[in-house]
């Protein structure tokens, strides 16, 4: 007994024997719309980064607790100032042990 079958003998053996529906023909009305959406897309990608909204996080990092510290600027390319905060204190615990966030501000 031939236990590999292809996959269109296990959907007539599960389902019976169907018959594809014939393939509709393409309407105008559907390649006029097409072709109007398209620009519309490509025009949305070409959004300057020169407007973007920037957030000045200013941390007091260290690696001795109350030792030596250093002031660290990290600029955010964000409103919310939480996640400038967490986008911030991400990368400073990178390098150093103890990190904490001075001032948040918009430039």
Do not use: C, W
């Not at 897309?41 to 260290?62: D, F, Q, W, Y």
């Amino acid at each position: 007994m031939n236990t590999e079958l292809t996959e269109e003998e296990i959907r007539r053996a599960l389902f019976g024997q169907t018959e594809r529906p014939a393939p509709a023909p393409k309407s105008y009305q559907q390649d006029i719309v097409l072709e109007a959406v398209q620009p519309i897309k490509a025009a949305k990608k070409k959004v300057s980064k020169g407007l973007t909204p920037r957030l000045k996080v200013t941390l007091r990092v260290g690696n001795d607790f109350e030792g030596k510290a250093f002031e660290i600027v990290h600029e955010a390319d964000t409103l919310s100032t939480l996640l400038a905060e967490q986008e911030a204190t991400k990368i400073a615990r990178k390098k150093f042990r103890y990190v904490e966030v001075i001032s948040v501000k918009s430039m």
